[in-house]
């Protein structure tokens, strides 16, 4: 029988990494991405591809063969003002999708990647613990496009589909500036420089709510499951840790971590109040021998700003998961205290 063979898009993504990192254990695998990675995976065939561009993939798609999954994690580019485009989204999956077809791969399943803005999490508060039956929110979604472009093909398509739904993605990887790890880490090492306490720069009401964190290493063994059990065939699954978090719970252990001591609720907008602190960073570099990096790829702030500001519950169910079979958790503070190790360890934090 022929070795399974993985495509997934976004591969040099947050997400896309640990995907290509875990389906490597079970076949071959091939990882797409617009620009080419900064490292690379033995075992793993890498291609920088345009997903916009519908002639592109398929050229890219005849170049290939074997094909029996795709894992799609891309997104198009986008920032945290303005809404995510639908359009755009949507045909970079079907381009992908549809230029396998054409090139006659024998693609069993494909799977994406969603989140709980799924849910409207981004807009306000919503109905928790969210479940993947909860009805779709007004207002446009390229979630909801991509999903019905999966649906629209179950007839027709010899594959299945599934997606996940995951939400505050953590992971220890280096040289992912969009990281919750990094932005706290390198929050915290620029206050303790200028010898202030370990401060919450997000809102009172999100230092109280409920947050919920997907660690990617078990999103990855939670969607290499849903694509090889064939009950999850053509459904949606949230994919967290299991547990939930408060942040006034985690800031006196960050806090501790840090060796710093713990400050109270500061409200700011980390875009500008960090915006000048490049000088400082070179200066925490040399002190302690990190590895050098431009200080704008350090932390993405604008995301912390994004992370920090909501004041209701983020809270989704995985009932639905665990009656389905996987039954997998991870506990999110230790997930926090393995990454803040880990980036330690490769001198990219104090």
């Given at each position: ?163 996940s739904r ?38 009172p009401g ?114 639905k998961l ?29």
């Amino acid at each position: 029988m022929a070795q399974d063979r993985y495509l997934i898009a976004g591969a040099t993504g947050i997400i896309g990494r640990r995907l290509t990192e875990r389906m490597a254990q079970d076949g071959s695998v091939v990882g797409l991405s617009r620009r080419p990675p900064d490292s690379t995976m033995d075992g793993v065939r890498y291609l920088p591809l345009d997903l916009t561009d519908a002639s592109a993939c398929l050229q890219a798609m005849q170049d290939l063969d074997g094909i029996s999954h795709i894992f799609y994690a891309a997104r198009h580019d986008h920032d945290s003002k303005s809404p995510e485009k639908v359009e755009e989204n949507l045909a970079m999956l079907r381009n992908l999708v549809e230029a396998a077809e054409a090139a006659g791969h024998p693609v069993r399943h494909v799977h994406v990647v969603q989140g709980t803005k799924y849910y409207g999490s981004n807009l306000g508060p919503f109905k928790t613990p969210a479940r993947e039956s909860d009805a779709r929110v007004p207002g446009a979604n390229f979630y909801y496009a991509q999903e019905d472009y999966l649906i629209a093909r179950e007839n027709e398509a010899r594959w299945t589909w599934s997606t996940s739904r995951p939400h505050g993605i953590l992971d220890d990887q280096p040289g992912i500036a969009r990281s919750m790890a990094m932005v706290i880490a390198v929050y915290a090492a620029l206050l303790k420089a200028l010898g202030e306490p370990l401060s919450f720069p997000g809102t009172p009401g999100n230092f109280e709510a409920q947050y919920q964190c997907t660690n990617t290493a078990h999103l990855a063994d939670g969607i290499a499951w849903l694509a090889a059990t064939p009950g999850c065939a053509n459904q949606a699954f949230n994919v967290i840790n299991g547990d939930y978090v408060r942040w006034r719970d985690l800031w006196p252990v960050f806090a501790e971590i840090f060796g710093m001591k713990p400050g109270p609720v500061r409200t700011v907008r980390l875009t500008e109040v960090m915006a000048d602190k490049a000088p400082l960073w070179d200066q925490i570099v040399e002190k302690y021998g990190l590895v050098p990096q431009p200080y704008e790829a350090v932390a993405v702030w604008p995301y912390g700003d994004h992370l920090f500001t909501p004041h209701w519950d983020m809270v989704s169910s995985i009932d639905k998961l665990r009656a389905h079979g996987f039954t997998q958790t991870v506990e999110t503070k230790q997930s926090f205290l393995n990454a803040f190790a880990a980036l330690r360890a490769a001198r990219i934090i104090p």
